[in-house]
């Protein structure tokens, strides 16, 4: 037995010996494991070399979440996929074929595109007898939930003044019903952006680096990433590092990918050079109760407390980016060399700093379970403080997901200075005894083949200079650069662990096992009955009010007044918002990734991440 498995062994029978006999007894906490809104909200340290007023950031974060305009169609926003508690509820038009396989699959088994779902098309994966994965398959498919975008286009160009892109459709080979374009549909479903900020990475193959490079998701990856500066009244292009900002390189995805937001070949200063041309939230009614919004409001209420029906807000986005970011990132009379203004081409780095505060106000901390960690015994009923034991005591469930964020993919885990402390990537003996190296917060559930969706097993857009082929999402690329200069050593001497699929459900064993079997960490064996009953713990964190499946509520600490978000075309939705957190001004550090990634042979629990899609 490794030192790794009996360290695992030993804190799981000391989680019992803590916990009462009986799962039924008095449920008393941990003392480190402390309600949500005692962790502290993550922040980038330098954030204030480029924010110069947060409260103004947020409000610009939020009108660019919610504008309709963003989307080449002058239709899709952020929103439009994270409507419903962070998540996207919808059902027409929702599925994809599987076209993220490493042989990608085009046909549709489920149902096709425009067709709605029904209850009876669910599981897509289902045996006779669920509880053994020996039991005969009654159906299998490797069709996927997703989230619709646009329509396929070719890019032209923007016209200001106009929220519709000029392009050029495109016959869609995968998403059309009898020849007409359909809205394509993503191959992983959008995840939600309530607690995301805890995350270390984003997505949920963790490609949205925890570094920001002022650009698009792929960190230190993309070495030609940059801000352009205003230096001595010189325009000049100069690379950044942004740590703990992992919502803002995710945030510079979808606005450019050609399933979820844009046409084909759309660029963000092209984005920016749009958005700046029209009226903030022009196509939508934004509620002047809005908490963020609501003063920017061209609505007013009347007599009767309805909304007048004005819609988008006073102002321009020009005079919100001023108002919230540095002058010297947007003063610049000058032209970059493709022909734009300052503004345009930092308009990915305005996004995303102004999307990852705004997100960073969505903390789910007011549920039932924080409440019962803040000292409120009742918070909790029985049931489901039977199940608050078997997941720290007979189920193990702690063993994989601990403390409050109930994961070690989280910016607290993970945010260290040396990695002989914690680590991002390290050897681990699985349950084969095969030695792998792989991310830690990533692991292989076996809910669908690995060749489905290789996960954080694939590969970036962006070249390795020193081997000629993509840098891999895994960090073990950058610990490889670290290893030939530094230590020789190579982690590709062990195997890498392979993709982030989503959580297998509580009580319900793998569909495809032997998936797993060479990156599987070596946990306890679980007791079918009891891992059934972790359902009335798991529960307090997704109270659903009003039947609304997946809305968490109630959710943010020192509720105000109701915050009304503009919802799609016009229809005002309401959001409660929360007061923002001033972090301290740290001093930056030098211009690189402050993280040694080298690995390391030191016993840690192994976690599945919370979100990203």
């Known amino acids: 037995m490794t030192s790794r498995t009996l360290l695992r062994l030993v804190a799981t029978v000391s989680i019992l010996l803590w916990l009462p006999g009986s799962v039924l007894a008095q449920v008393v906490p941990p003392p480190t ?37 963003v989307g080449s169609d002058g239709i899709q926003a952020c929103g439009s996929c994270h409507f419903q508690a962070g998540v996207d509820s919808r059902l027409k038009n929702t599925v994809n074929p599987g076209t993220r396989g490493l042989v990608p699959d085009t046909t549709f088994q489920v149902r096709g595109p425009n067709e709605t779902l029904q209850p009876t098309d669910f599981p897509f994966h289902q045996r006779q007898n669920p509880e053994f994965q020996a039991s005969a398959v009654l159906r299998d498919s490797n069709d996927v939930v997703g989230s619709q975008g646009v329509k396929l286009n070719q890019f032209v160009s923007v016209q200001p003044g106009s929220a519709v892109d000029n392009g050029t459709p495109v016959p869609d080979p995968v998403f059309q019903a009898g020849g007409v374009n359909m809205r394509r549909v993503t191959a992983r479903n959008a995840p939600s952006v309530f607690n995301a900020v805890f995350n270390f990475n984003n997505f949920w193959d963790g490609r949205a680096h925890f570094v920001f490079n002022g650009e698009n998701p792929f960190g230190p990856l993309d070495p030609s990433a940059g801000v352009w500066f205003n230096v001595n009244n010189t325009l000049t292009k100069l690379p950044v590092v942004i740590e703990f900002a992992s919502l803002a390189s995710q945030a510079t995805g979808p606005p450019l990918d050609d399933t979820e937001m844009s046409y084909t070949g759309r660029t963000f200063p092209q984005l920016g050079r749009k958005m700046l041309s029209l009226v903030p939230l022009a196509k939508q009614l934004v509620h002047p109760g809005d908490s963020v919004l609501g003063p920017l409001s061209q609505s007013v209420l009347l007599a009767d407390g309805t909304p007048s029906p004005a819609k988008g807000l006073t102002g321009s986005y020009q005079q919100m980016i001023q108002d919230a970011f540095q002058n010297n990132l947007w003063n610049s009379s000058q032209l970059t060399p493709d022909g734009f203004t300052q503004m345009e081409a930092n308009f990915s780095l305005f996004w995303g700093l102004a999307i990852q505060l705004y997100e960073a106000t969505l903390v789910s901390d007011q549920t039932p ?144 096992p032997a998936q797993r079997g060479a990156d599987r960490p070596l946990l306890p064996r679980r007791r079918r009955a009891d891992a059934g009953r972790r359902g009335g713990f798991l529960h307090p964190r997704r ?39 001033r972090a301290g001004e740290k001093r930056v550090g030098p211009l690189r990734p402050s993280r040694d990634l080298r690995p390391q042979r030191r016993p840690r629990f192994h976690q599945y991440p919370r979100t990203g899609r």
């Open 543 to 581: 109270q659903l009010p009003g039947g609304q499946p997946g809305e968490p509520r109630p959710r943010h600490r020192r509720e105000r007044r109701p915050a009304k978000f503009p919802g799609p075309a016009g229809r005002p939705g309401r959001l409660p918002q929360v007061a923002h957190r």
């Open 369 to 512: 379970l924080d409440r019962f960690l803040g000292g409120d015994a009742s918070a909790l009923t029985p049931q489901q403080q039977d199940g608050f034991n078997l997941f720290f005591g007979a189920a193990g469930c702690s063993a994989c997901h601990l403390n409050t964020e109930l994961t070690a993919a989280s910016v607290r885990n993970q945010a260290f200075v040396s990695n002989s402390a914690n680590a991002l990537i390290e050897p681990m003996v699985v349950a084969n005894g095969q030695q792998i190296i792989y991310d830690n917060g990533f692991n292989n559930t076996a809910v669908r083949p690995t060749t489905d969706d290789i996960g954080r097993g694939g590969l970036s857009p962006f070249t390795n200079s020193l081997t000629g082929v993509p840098f891999p999402l895994s960090f073990s690329s950058l610990a490889e650069l670290q290893a030939i200069s530094n230590l020789g050593f190579n982690p590709n001497l062990f195997p890498l662990g392979t993709p982030a699929t989503p959580i297998l459900p509580p009580a319900i064993p793998a569909n495809f």
């Open 33 to 69: 494991f402390l309600p949500l809104n005692q962790i502290p909200v993550p922040e980038p340290p330098s954030l204030f070399q480029y924010v110069k007023n947060k409260p103004a950031a947020i409000k610009l974060g939020k009108a660019f979440y919610w504008d309709m305009q």
